[in-house]
Nanobody, 120 residues
């Protein structure tokens, strides 16, 4: 059983930065492809960024350049560095993990509960 726990969310002003973390436990971190998704109130969940077992990354087109996904296999932790934030980035951010390389597909089998990001 895989457990994912996000942290690092909070309130920030427009133009600010945040770094989200997602700790995975219960399985070998390096065996999983991982991703960040976000969901704003009244909107569908959307993929933000994904990273596969080799470290190759995929980004939602509109976010590339401001967001950076990375991972530390030794620490079993996934990160999302978010820069130049705007109110449109306000959402609950979730990390997800799967054995298959799903990139930004929503069919990940393991999900965290999320961490709230609010930009004003």
């Amino acid at each position: 059983h895989v457990q994912l726990v996000e942290s690092g969310g909070g309130s920030v002003q427009t133009g600010g930065s945040l770094r989200l973390s997602c700790a995975i436990s219960g399985q070998t971190f390096s065996r999983y492809c991982m991703a960040w998704f976000r969901q704003a109130p009244g909107k569908e969940r959307e993929g933000v960024a994904a990273i596969d077992k080799s470290g190759a990354t995929t980004y939602a087109g509109s976010l590339q350049g401001r967001f950076t996904i990375s991972k530390d296999n030794a620490e079993s932790t996934l990160y999302l560095q978010m820069n130049n934030l705007s109110p449109e980035d306000t959402a609950m951010y979730h990390c997800a993990a799967d054995r298959f390389n799903l990139q930004l597909s929503r069919y990940y089998t393991n999900w965290g509960r999320g961490t709230q990001v609010t930009v004003s």
